[in-house]
């Protein structure tokens, strides 16, 4: 999620989005003062966190917006947590961009210009309230927009870039494997605790939700609803010619725009040659209508084609016969006689859309019944009460409907929804909320029941999984260990099989790679630092999971030139004209914070990463 919003930054209407969106957060904190349901600032010290020229960004404002945040995120069921935003450099984002956008409306005042009171008011519904928060988006549009104009790159600019995705790099690669390494003597008490309390947020369960609910399918409104004889009865009777004897032809078609070119066609099939053989020789091509009935093929064509037509004997031609197309000649290629359905044989059919009608109608019906009763101020209670319908309760769910308690547990699609629905409300006793949980409408009506605080697990119920975790950090600083020692010896010439084994390192052999920077996209992650490395250089890289370390050798870079390469260079033109935008922004608003003197107080914001990450641990 962080690393979306932080690539979305580097382009230039990301950086544009970016200040909309804080502006939207600010515009919801807003609303929270209006509304009354912005929750107290728990520890909150108004403490300013940046000074921007005149203006000034506290603590609450930030610690409000984030919460926000990862609030709209929850309901849109995504299940993030204030430890996983914080250490993916969520608070250091949002103070920055915060300041940024103080920073440009200091220096759109500073340099003259002036967004007009009206111009706001156009854009907001309350304007007291919003005024602000719009003024600082319109003024981050204006100069941003603005500052991007222009990207025309040279060809001196691309090719050094070009070549950079044709240089080659080839190496070799050691694994050290954490599952190798000993990890020394299981923990005590005491260890394993401290382990346990420096580690908490890798054992932390996200916030759950206990949601009352009551549901409305389908097939329950559909089992009130079947249809009854005589409503059959009476749709046979009004049914008119739908039931009653027809006929269905294959007919191919052909229309000509001028009526000697026609007959002349007409007279070839009549002495029989093939409707599309004689089309083609013209340089035409035929239509066919499939099984299709007189008034559909009046629709299509016209009443006296579709009279010719239907009158004609199979194998019969017809035409031409003019029309505002053309002239039409058509070959019956085939008639089918449709009997007439009796009530009987048709009652199967009817009785099924008589109760999908029913069905539709009642449950349309009922929940603008329960909506009433929402918008009368009617309680989940009184709601359920009214459509005689029961109430059952969820377990304390994720925002995405699983159960951190049990992983047997498979949430069906219409609980999701009702997570979903649960995880928008704010407060236990919130007015209940209609939630639809099938594509066919059936619905839920739900109330927040209860409200679990994102927690870590007690120790004693994870106490084995602590410490294998305890066990495999010791292994994994034991890996990194022998790693380091092998970055040393290749450094100075040691082949790569010898220094894993001087190391006492343990794990597959070595593997040699050789890619060009272009084709590395989709690789690992060691190969992908690989291209960041000077040559006869090792590095080492964490392995995902814990499992251990990559030692990574560069033996050899192969440079080439792109200047000759017009597929390449047309990619990185392409490429950089989309990239030039957002680095002017960047610039651009490096320069501004620059000239408005910005100052952050390094202490204040450690004060809210420590207040916020306890925030998250409760």
Excluded: C
Aim: neutral net charge; hydrophobic residues 45%; without cysteine.
């Amino acid at each position: 999620m962080l690393s979306f919003f932080r690539n979305f930054t580097k382009s230039r209407y990301g950086l544009i989005a970016v200040f909309l969106f804080l502006g939207l957060i600010a515009i919801a904190f807003a609303a929270g003062d209006i509304t009354g349901i912005r929750n107290g600032a728990s520890g909150a010290s108004n403490s300013t966190l940046a000074t921007v020229g005149g203006q000034k960004i506290s603590d609450t404002e930030v610690k409000d917006r984030i919460e926000r945040f990862l609030r709209s995120l929850q309901q849109q069921g995504q299940s993030v947590t204030m430890e996983q935003f914080l250490a993916q450099g969520g608070l250091d984002i949002a103070i920055d961009e915060m300041i940024n956008q103080a920073a440009l409306v200091e220096f759109a005042r500073k340099s003259g210009m002036q967004v007009s009171k009206k111009l706001i008011d156009t854009d907001i519904i309350a304007p007291a309230t919003f005024r602000e928060s719009m003024l600082r988006e319109r003024y981050g549009n204006w100069l941003v927009n603005r500052a991007t104009i222009g990207t025309d790159v040279p060809n001196g600019v691309v090719a050094p870039y070009a070549s950079l995705l044709l240089e080659r790099r080839m190496g070799v690669v050691g694994m050290i494997n954490t599952a190798q390494m000993d990890p020394g003597p299981d923990p005590d008490d005491k260890a394993l605790n401290a382990y346990y309390v420096s580690h908490r947020a890798r054992y932390l369960v996200p916030q759950r939700r206990a949601v009352r609910f009551a549901t409305v399918s389908i097939d329950q409104i559909r089992a009130q609803q079947t249809a009854t004889e005589a409503e059959v009865a009476d749709a046979y009777k009004k049914a008119g010619a739908r039931y009653a004897a027809t006929q269905k032809r294959n007919v191919r078609q052909l229309v000509v725009l001028d009526q000697a070119t026609a007959t002349k066609i007409a007279g070839e099939v009549k002495g029989g040659k093939a409707l599309a053989a004689a089309a083609q020789e013209a340089g035409l091509e035929p239509s066919n209508f499939e099984g299709i009935q007189k008034p559909e093929l009046a629709r299509q064509t016209t009443a006296g084609i579709a009279d010719a037509a239907f009158a004609a004997a199979q194998g019969g031609v017809v035409g031409p016969i003019k029309s505002s197309l053309g002239y039409h000649i058509l070959v019956i290629e085939k008639i089918e006689q449709i009997a007439a359905k009796s009530l009987d044989q048709a009652r199967e059919e009817l009785s099924t859309e008589i109760t999908q009608r029913k069905t539709a109608e009642a449950l349309a019906a009922l929940r603008q019944k329960i909506e009433d009763g929402v918008g009368d101020g009617k309680n989940f209670a009184e709601l359920l009460a009214d459509a005689k319908l029961a109430a059952q309760v969820t377990p304390a769910l994720t925002a995405t409907g699983t159960d951190p308690d049990n992983e047997a547990y498979k949430p069906d699609p219409a609980i999701v929804a009702i997570m979903r629905g649960g995880f928008a409300m704010e407060n236990v006793g919130d007015e209940p909320q209609i939630v639809q949980t099938s594509p066919e409408g059936a619905f839920a009506v739900l109330t927040l029941d209860k409200v679990v605080p994102a927690a870590p697990r007690d120790l004693a119920s994870i106490r084995d999984k602590v410490k294998t975790d305890y066990l495999v950090d010791k292994a994994l600083e034991k890996a990194k260990a022998a790693a380091t020692a092998v970055v040393a010896a290749l450094d100075k010439g040691v082949p790569m099989d010898k220094a894993l084994a001087d190391a006492g390192a343990k794990g597959p052999p070595p593997k040699p790679f050789d890619f060009k920077r272009q084709e590395i996209a989709d690789k690992e992650q060691f190969i992908k630092m690989a291209f960041s490395m000077q040559p006869k250089k090792a590095r080492l890289l964490e392995a995902p999971d814990r499992k251990g370390y990559y030692v990574v050798l560069l033996n050899a870079v192969e440079p080439h030139d792109a200047s000759g390469n017009a597929e390449a260079m047309a990619g990185m033109r392409n490429a950089l004209t989309q990239q030039i935008p957002a680095e002017y922004a960047r610039e651009f608003i490096r320069a501004i914070r620059n000239d408005v003197k910005v100052t952050r107080n390094e202490a204040a914001i450690a004060r809210l990463r420590a207040d916020l990450t306890r925030q998250g641990v409760r």
